[in-house]
Nanobody, 116 residues
Framework: QVHVVESGGGLVQPGGSLRLSCAAS???????QGWYRQAPGKQRELVAT???????NYADSVKGRFTIARGNAEDTVYLQMNSLKFEDTAVYYC???????????WGQGTQVTVSS
């Protein structure tokens, strides 16, 4: 079992920045962690992922604005979000993929609202 906890959401004006944090803990080795988001009335979509080896992947809509990175603490990742837009408003979920066979574990989500 893996426990995933997010933090760092909030209200920000367009053009502003926020940093989300995700800590995963449990008895399985974690292969990858990532951030997904779900806006009202829309499906959950990938934002960014990072593997245990440091390989990253981004949605086209956030490339050049968001950065995913590993923290110093084991199985901690951050999502630095810059130049935020109205359309970035969503609940952001952290995902950790772990175990054999691999299973996706999810946090409870954190709200990000971009509004003037």
């Amino acid at each position: 079992q893996v426990h995933v906890v997010e933090s760092g959401g909030g209200l920000v004006q367009p053009g502003g920045s926020l940093r989300l944090s995700c800590a995963a803990s449990g008895s399985f080795s974690i292969y990858a962690q990532g951030w997904y988001r779900q806006a009202p009335g829309k499906q959950r979509e990938l934002v960014a992922t990072i593997t245990s080896g440091g390989r990253t992947n981004y949605a086209d809509s956030v490339k050049g604005r968001f950065t995913i990175a590993r923290g110093n603490a084991e199985d901690t990742v951050y999502l630095q979000m810059n130049s935020l837009k109205f359309e970035d408003t969503a609940v952001y979920y952290c995902n950790a993929r772990a175990g054999i066979p691999p299973v996706n574990y999810w946090g409870q989500g954190t709200q990000v609202t971009v509004s003037s």
